[in-house]
């Protein structure tokens, strides 16, 4: 893979591309208010960064990272990633999505639900329970001893495959947590998701964000992920 589309320039895409560039790849970040928008962070990532449309970013990305809000996924042009591998952080805040009524009854998970609004056969959810801050702090590169591992969920093996690829380029080793159905299970409030990736995962939550990152290594995850219970996502607090 040469270029990694990136369709969101907020912290998680951000911060997907900083890696991207550190990895040497190419990168080509989008965004809904315009290439003219993007100049200062293009600027920041150097000679592999380009800015351009949504249509740019999912045309000559070889995979493209979709890092916008669940409610905004239907905005975007019909078919704008269909063929694509799509690697997507969505998470679902009612308070900010507003209430859908198959995500609050669980009758699909928000992946499942992107996923078909995309019309995406190649679709993978990952970064969706790490902080922007964490990716660039935990991320080793591949043979590291110290490698932190992010969890993947998906309904295609083949598409896995190549995300795993590109997570470990991007320097993260991954679990697979299973289908799309599973995703929940890395999902905010689960034992998968941020606190995992801080050294004490037990403090305050007043303290959390003065505490370090620490290593989150597979086996943890795994144990974060076989630990997790479905909450409840009408309550769930953004």
């Known amino acids: 893979m040469a270029t990694l589309g990136i369709i969101g320039s907020g912290n998680i895409g951000s911060a997907v591309a900083r890696l991207a560039v550190t990895a040497d790849l190419d990168v080509v970040i989008a965004n809904s208010r315009g290439p003219e928008t993007l100049q200062d962070?293009?600027?920041?990532?150097?000679?592999?960064?380009?800015?351009?449309?949504?249509?740019?970013?999912?045309?000559?990305?070889?995979?493209?990272?979709?890092?916008?809000?669940?409610?905004?996924?239907?905005?975007?042009?019909?078919?704008?990633?269909?063929?694509?591998?799509?690697?997507?952080?969505?998470?679902?805040?009612?308070?900010?999505?507003?209430?859908?009524?198959?995500?609050?009854?669980?009758?699909?998970?928000?992946?499942?639900?992107?996923?078909?609004?995309?019309?995406?056969?190649?679709?993978?959810?990952?970064?969706?329970?790490?902080?922007?801050?964490?990716?660039?702090?935990?991320?080793?590169?591949?043979?590291?001893p110290e490698r932190s591992a992010l969890p993947i969920a998906g309904d295609d093996a083949a598409a896995k495959a190549e995300a795993d690829a590109i997570i470990s380029r991007l320097g993260f080793d991954t679990v697979d947590a299973g289908t799309l159905a599973d995703s929940w299970r890395f999902e905010p409030e689960t034992p998968a998701y941020g606190r995992i990736y801080f050294s004490n995962p037990n403090v305050p939550d007043e303290q959390l964000m003065d505490t370090p990152p620490g290593q989150t290594p597979a086996e943890q995850v795994r144990a974060a992920l076989d630990a997790a219970t479905r909450v409840n996502v009408a309550e769930r607090r953004f």
């Not at 000679?47 to 995979?63: I, M, Q, V």
């Open 41 to 144: 962070l293009v600027a920041e990532l150097g000679p592999r960064a380009r800015a351009g449309t949504l249509e740019e970013a999912a045309s000559l990305g070889d995979a493209v990272v979709l890092s916008i809000p669940l409610k905004a996924v239907k905005d975007l042009p019909d078919g704008l990633l269909a063929g694509k591998l799509v690697l997507d952080t969505s998470n679902y805040y009612p308070s900010r999505d507003g209430r859908i009524e198959e995500l609050v009854n669980s009758t699909v998970t928000s992946s499942e639900l992107i996923r078909d609004q995309l019309g995406a056969g190649q679709y993978v959810k990952v970064f969706n329970n790490i902080t922007a801050a964490h990716i660039p702090a935990l991320a080793r590169p591949e043979g590291a």
